[in-house]
């Protein structure tokens, strides 16, 4: 059974000190270093926030700069291109000007040797007639 005397109170009293005591020397310093991780944990997430969003930020910026870069280059490949297709034109344009007229010259080049071998068949047309007749009938005329 229990007694009540003065080691109840002797017991409570070191309880009270044990408990003291206790809280001095293991619960403060164990919470304090608790609260200390706590809190470099916490600046090391809002670190690592900053430095997302530094990171997204900077993204943008060569995110909209590639794309600028990107729409320049095609402005300038399509003003090359443009420029390559009027000069290509051009000299197609000149060639067949050139063909043209080459034809041109040979067309009456040929239309005058046409004509010429035309009139010196009419002039030797009676000959060839009389002799090609001859021929055929087997007698001169």
């Not at 090391?44 to 060569?62: H, I, Y």
């Not at 700069?65 to 443009?82: E, H, N, P, T, Y």
């Not at 290509?88 to 040929?110: F, N, P, R």
Request: no cysteine; net charge positive.
């Amino acid at each position: 059974m229990i007694t009540m005397d003065i080691t109840l109170v002797i017991q409570i009293v070191n309880m009270f000190v044990l408990m003291f005591l206790l809280n001095a020397i293991i619960y403060k310093p164990v919470r304090k270093i608790l609260r200390d991780r706590a809190a470099k944990f916490q600046g090391m997430n809002d670190d690592v926030a900053k430095l997302q969003d530094n990171a997204s930020r900077r993204q943008e910026e060569v995110d909209k700069k590639m794309a600028l870069a990107s729409g320049k280059a095609k402005s300038a490949l399509d003003s090359a291109r443009a420029e390559a297709q009027a000069a290509g034109d051009e000299k197609i344009a000149a060639i067949k000007a050139e063909a043209d007229s080459e034809k041109d010259t040979q067309l009456a080049e040929v239309k005058a040797q046409i004509v010429s071998a035309g009139k010196e068949l009419q002039a030797n047309l009676d000959g060839f007639a009389t002799a090609m007749a001859g021929k055929i009938l087997g007698r001169s005329l």
